[in-house]
């Protein structure tokens, strides 16, 4: 049985297979799409370019159900159609892997798609879904294992389940949003190959992102948003990296923070085969060891899931290491405690900002007070000092531009990039000799995360001491002194900056592949 | 406090006096359908509770407890924990409030009762600590460790009534009667309407105080809206959500001193808590666990409490519907918080130059709870 | 052996069988992903809907049919407060506790106003003849009511249904990622409202259990407890539908034993060597499981400390019991605790080493809130 039959032939290929017309989406306070109108043809990859909260993602949702627009239509080979649910979408052949996948991780791959299976079968057939599963996987060189537990496999590899997902319910419209972040340079050239295999099939794919490099290697066209509108549509051998950068942003971008090269001082944190086993006895942290000095930043590059979140948790105190030990301040340790992390003068922005950083239902400035109040300061007598917690919100909010009507509004109300400029003041208060910064633009258009990077390099210039972790390496690049290449946890190598090129890292984040992937590169990017 | 939260209140309070008439006028059409008099129900429900001086005093004296056991809940819940056991502490409270009084020292009035007081709040608030410990220590579900303490208190209750503490040559299983030093002194003559009254007025101001202006309440409010963001800040989250539960089982020792040491009967019996450690739960879920709230919240209930008694007596109706008025009201406070919700999910600073960052798909569901 | 003889097990298990149908309905529902609160509440009222069912039809098995349509009816609040209307999910079920508390009570006074003598035939056991002559537990499997074998024949039913079936990959998936069901097209709200359902029914039959099956009438608080006991089998269960089963075995037993010690001037010498086994048994258990999974050097040393001394003070309490009979009274009020004061005991010694549906006790909305 061949699964890699061309689907979608005895159509006509000058009706698009998906298209949007004057598509419009509003939340309260804010109108996500406006009047968007796109298409896309069979055996064509369409990426959807914009800044994160151009509403990319919103008109996605739109697409596969789950959202109702406010006006506009859409149309599937020609015929207008009616999305109301994911089911609607699912009979219509549009199928979407999102960030955050949706499996379920208690569950084997096979039983999965079981879930999912149609039909009126009462007992759920996996022995045959995964015979599927094993057709699909070969005829597209998924290498999906489906009677593996999908907790215990790479994030790599779950993506890859959720494609074989969506083939196996027939899906002809594959989107894609923001697939990326979690990949290794080695994964993402197999998921480009897979893109194109798709698209050589007959299928459709929608790629969703906000990397320039990325949507140039993978896609025929690309649709620009822009404020939740459509800035443009082009084809992408048309044009070249600077003309849709102007697009997405709407003027002429010079990103350059400009940073001396770093003078280091003395040692402030340093760490000896820092290593930490998650309950299950698999080590997420592998015997990490550096010292980071007065006044330079270390980047962390590296795909998410390699250890960088639980390096930050451990050196801030949140988890406690389970072997090797570090060092801030004076004494050798395996664990902190939160509060003794800030009053050494640590200060940590954590990558997750919804579920460490701010707490969403309380005000601005309860969230700016959090560690003040942690450390004793800004009362007498177990009292909070409502006059110097006031002063100290509205300057903070001032001097880190703010944008709220009042330090009294809940910070959920705030966009994602005036919520960072809170954490940002919030930790800068205090002059920390330490900051560790984990993905610190995650998320910001491209005004909030400049701002926070010129933040991040004015304070390395002060003398503090940066720790930051991203996964994207071009920030790394741009800021760092010194940077660290992580993978499965360890430190694979700490290069200095002038060591350190983009080819490079790429090379050493795909770690024992690295031999092989020599000639694709080039054929890529060619 | 900001226009948008003016708003909110308003809101909230709208909704809870729309739910409050909902809930009655389900109850009264009930009460008709049952083949009842629902007018003359009604009448008697009002008459009971507000129909004479004395029948206000009833009510009012029946506040107290309410408004004590349901700070106990709102002062946990601000953690985010469960304190569904109130009833077991306000029973401990109230069993060792007597014991203090009856078998203690005699002393003038103010200190005895500050004694069996305080005595009764360190009981109840050991007594929670039990359910506290085992949730830091093992991870125990504190619904149903409470719960469970509740039940295995209520038949402690019932077995010094019966045994140690029972009152000698009485045939009835009570304890002693408190001594005069020892009970709070009437506000209103030859009425259960007490001075615990002012104390319970006392702590709600306190409430207020201790969760909007000290730290204390800030780390518990902080710790309640994101458990891990108020550890990555900082604090120790454990010993504040565990000195939150004593002070929330204190707060229902307190009501069960006031139950013994105040009201008409001044004696500890098994049934002596009429079930006010379960009412006050509901009283603060109907305030939306506001302490200024749960007093008119208290009063609602108060006024049910002693209306469903005159209601059953005179117009035949069982003084249980009082039960199914105050579950219709909670049910309809809960559903409406949809509609607060919607008010705050509004984003503010949408005027800028980029356009807010609205976050729809499954990034956000977890938030959306 | 005194008091563990074959009337002890046919008690335990007669009071452990209605335990069990209802936490095999909080079962469903909590994996769907909606915590119920509210189970005393809805027996209470599958307790008045069964003795009205039977009372008025004469007949025991129109009584269940009743209590479950009962309980069922508060489950539909249930699910359109806290699926629909996205309220708490605990505050619901609070709520739905005073309201069943209430409402079996109202209808109950109502009723038998007018029909003072009122009353209704239990429900008789059936025998299955032959079977009910094994020694020990012969009775106690083969000599119950039926409920009880309804009660015995739903743990298969209901593990089926959770690993074989698509239907339960669907209810446990929407209580881990309701996300991966909704992207399928399957309506997580659907799937919620059936648990919700389900937990409701079976706590109206596990109420009707009580007043048809075990006392002949309906009496105010007759629950006294058996919802939240139901809850706590659902988590010491460790939400697997066999681990539910044992836990309400466990809890039935406790519940026989303290009616029969009650009576009992001292606690019998069998009863100290029982409960040291069990705890003999637990520790051994944790120690091999600790031992199998141990990926983690670092915590066990310290562990197998604490663990070994207390199976030498568990031993050497044995040894004691060998040689003297201890001479241990409770009033007979206290033993009524037990089984509470139990049910504490197994949750601490249990939790740490059970994981709840992920999603539990979370309002779903399909495509965020924004």
């Known amino acids: 049985m061949s699964m890699a039959q061309t689907v979608g032939s005895d159509r006509s290929p000058t009706v698009p297979r998906l298209r949007l017309c004057g598509i419009t989406k509003r939340f309260p306070g804010v109108v996500a799409n406006r009047d968007v109108s796109l298409e896309v043809h069979g055996g064509e990859v369409l990426a959807i370019l914009g800044e994160n909260g151009a509403g990319k993602s919103t008109l996605m949702n739109v697409v596969s159900g789950m959202l109702q627009p406010e006006s506009g239509s859409i149309e599937v080979d020609g015929k207008p159609v009616r999305i109301r649910n994911p089911a609607d979408a699912r009979k219509l052949g549009i199928g979407m892997v999102y960030q955050h996948f949706a499996l379920v991780p208690t569950l084997t791959v096979a039983e999965n798609l079981a879930l999912g299976a149609s039909g009126t079968r009462i007992f759920s057939n996996t022995r045959r879904i995964a015979e599927q599963v094993t057709g699909l996987s070969r005829a597209y060189h998924l290498e999906v294992d489906p009677h593996a537990v999908v907790g215990d496999l790479s994030v790599g590899t779950r993506q890859r389940v959720e494609i074989v997902k969506l083939l196996f319910r027939g899906a002809e419209i594959l989107i894609f949003d923001e697939p990326t972040s979690v990949l290794t340079p080695v994964e993402w050239h197999h998921l480009v190959r897979i893109l194109r295999n798709l698209a050589a099939e007959g299928h459709s794919i929608i790629f969703i992102t906000h990397k320039l490099d990325e949507l140039m290697q993978v896609a025929d066209r690309c649709t620009v948003l822009r404020h939740g509108e459509v800035a443009g549509t082009v084809s992408v051998a048309a044009t070249d990296k600077a003309q849709l950068a102007r697009m997405t942003v709407g003027r002429e971008i010079l990103f350059q923070v400009s940073t001396k090269a770093a003078r280091p001082g003395r040692v402030v944190v340093a760490a000896e085969g820092l290593t930490m086993r998650s309950d299950d006895g698999r ?85 700016l007070l959090m560690k003040e109040l942690a450390l004793g300061r800004m009362q007498r007598g177990g009292v909070v000092s409502e006059r110097a917690a006031d002063e100290y919100c509205t300057t903070l909010m001032q001097e880190f531009d703010v944008r709220a009507p009042s330090p009294r509004v809940r910070i959920r109300q705030l966009s994602g990039g005036n919520q960072q400029k809170v954490v940002l003041a919030r930790e800068l208060s205090r002059t920390p000799q330490l900051l560790i910064a984990a993905q610190p633009t995650r998320g910001l258009d491209v005004g909030a995360a400049e701002f926070v990077m010129r933040r991040l390099v004015a304070e390395k210039e002060r003398g503090c001491a940066i720790l930051m972790i991203s996964t994207e390496l071009e920030e790394v690049l741009q800021l760092s002194d010194r940077v660290a290449v992580m993978v499965d946890g360890r430190f694979l190598a700490v290069l200095d900056r002038q060591d350190a090129t983009y080819e490079r890292l790429g090379l050493l984040l795909g770690g024992e592949a690295v031999d092989d992937l020599g000639g694709e590169l080039t054929e890529v990017d060619a | ?145 409470t719960l469970m303490l509740t039940f295995i208190a209520r038949q402690i209750v019932e077995w010094v009534v019966r045994g140690p503490m029972k009152a000698p040559g009485k045939a009835s ?106 009412t006050g739960i509901v009283v603060a879920l109907v305030a939306r666990n506001s302490p200024i709230g749960s007093v008119p919240a208290a009063l609602l209930f108060a006024a049910l409490a002693t209306g469903g008694g005159v209601m059953q007596a005179r117009a035949d109706v069982p003084s249980e519907i009082v039960f199914i008025t105050q579950g219709v009201i909670v049910v309809l406070v809960a559903c409406s918080g949809l509609l607060v919700r919607a008010l705050h999910a509004r984003r503010v600073d949408a005027n800028e130059d980029t356009p807010p960052r609205v976050q729809p798909g499954l990034a956000s569901v977890a938030d959306a709870t | 052996m005194q008091p563990f003889d074959s009337e002890f097990f046919r008690a335990a298990i007669l009071i452990a069988s209605p335990l069990l149908i209802v936490a095999l309905g909080e079962l469903v529902s909590e994996s769907a992903g909606v915590i119920n609160v509210g189970l005393e509440g809805m027996m209470l009222v599958g307790a008045f809907g069964g003795f009205w069912g039977a009372a008025e039809t004469h007949n025991v098995w129109a009584g269940v049919a009743v209590g479950l349509l009962a309980g069922v009816l508060l489950a539909v609040v249930m699910a359109v407060a806290t699926i629909e ?46 079977a009910d002559q094994l020694p020990l537990l012969g009775s106690a499997l083969f000599r119950q009511i039926p409920l009880v074998y309804v009660g015995f024949a739903l743990v298969p039913l209901v593990w089926i249904a959770f690993f074989r079936t698509r239907w339960g990959l669907r209810i446990r998936a929407a209580g881990e990622v309701p996300e991966a069901d909704e992207t399928a097209g399957v309506s997580v709200r659907r799937l919620r409202w059936e648990g919700v359902l389900i937990a409701g029914a079976l706590a109206g039959v596990g109420g009707a259990f009580l007043s048809i099956g075990l006392v002949g009438t309906f009496l105010a608080g007759m629950t006294s407890g058996r919802g939240f006991l139901a809850l706590a089998a659902v988590i010491v269960g460790g939400w697997r539908p066999l681990g539910v089963f044992a836990a309400a075995l466990l809890f039935g037993g406790a519940d026989a034993l303290q009616l029969r010690l009650q009576s009992q001037s001292f606690v019998p010498r069998s009863v100290w060597i029982v409960l040291a086994a069990l705890a003999a048994v637990y520790l051994v258990s944790t120690l091999v499981k600790r031992r199998r999974g141990a990926g983690a050097p670092a915590g066990a040393p310290r562990l197998l400390t604490a663990g070994s001394v207390t199976t030498v003070v568990i031993l050497l309490g044995a040894v004691v019991l060998g040689i003297r009979q201890p001479h241990v009274t409770l009033p007979s009020l206290l033993w009524l605790a037990f089984p509470y004061a139990l049910t504490i005991a197994v949750l601490a010694g249990v939790i740490g080493r059970v994981r709840q549906p992920a999603a539990l006790g979370n309002a779903f909305v399909r495509g965020g809130d924004a």
């Open chain 1, 283 to 367: 080590p997420r942290l592998d015997g990490v060891s550096f010292e980071l000095r007065e006044g330079e930043i270390l980047g962390v590059a590296g795909v998410d899931g390699n250890g960088q979140r639980e390096l930050a948790r451990v050196l801030t105190g949140l988890d406690a290491a389970t072997g090797g030990r570090f060092r801030f301040g004076d004494e050798w340790r395996t664990s902190i405690q939160p509060i003794d992390f800030y009053r050494r003068g640590g200060a940590y922005i954590p990558e997750d900002r919804h579920h460490t950083s701010v707490a969403l239902e309380l005000s601005v400035r309860d969230n």
């Open chain 2, 1 to 145: 406090m900001n226009t948008e939260q003016l708003r909110e209140s308003v809101l909230s309070v709208a909704l809870a006096v729309a739910a409050t008439i909902t809930g009655v006028l389900l109850s009264m059409l009930l009460v008709q359908a049952t083949g009842h008099d629902a007018g003359a129900a009604a009448r008697a429900l009002w008459d009971g509770a507000f129909g004479s001086r004395r029948q206000i005093y009833l009510t009012a004296a029946r506040m107290p407890a309410l408004i004590l056991v349901a700070l106990g809940w709102i002062v946990a819940f601000r953690s985010r924990k469960v304190n569904l056991g109130l009833e077991g502490q306000v029973i401990i409270g109230g069993i060792f409030a007597t014991l203090v009084a009856v078998e203690g020292p005699s002393l003038p009035s103010v200190p005895a009762i500050a004694l069996s007081c305080i005595v009764a709040m360190i009981a109840a608030a050991v007594y929670a600590a039990i359910a506290a410990v085992l949730w830091a220590k093992r991870g125990v579900n504190e619904i149903v460790s």
């Open chain 2, 173 to 278: 299983f009570q304890s002693k009667l408190i001594p005069g030093a020892f009970r709070w002194p009437e506000l209103a003559n030859g009425t259960p309407f007490s001075a615990d009254a002012i104390l319970s007025l006392v702590a709600v101001a306190a409430m207020v105080f201790l969760i909007n202006r000290t730290v204390f309440g800030f780390k518990l409010r902080l710790t309640g809206e994101n458990d891990e963001c108020s550890r990555h800040a900082g604090v120790s989250t454990v010993r504040v959500v565990v000195l939150g539960f004593l002070l929330s089982g204190a707060l229902a020792g307190l009501a069960g001193a006031g139950l013994v040491l105040g009201g008409e009967r001044h004696m500890l019996t098994s049934g002596f808590t009429g079930n006010v450690g379960f």
């Open chain 3, 85 to 130: 209307a996205r309220a708490d999910q605990i505050v619901v079920g609070v709520a739905l506790n005073i309201i069943g508390a209430g409402v079996s009570v109202f209808a109950f006074q109502q009723y038998v106003a007018s029909r003072p003598n009122i009353f209704i035939k239990r429900m008789a056991a059936m025998t299955i003849p032959g």
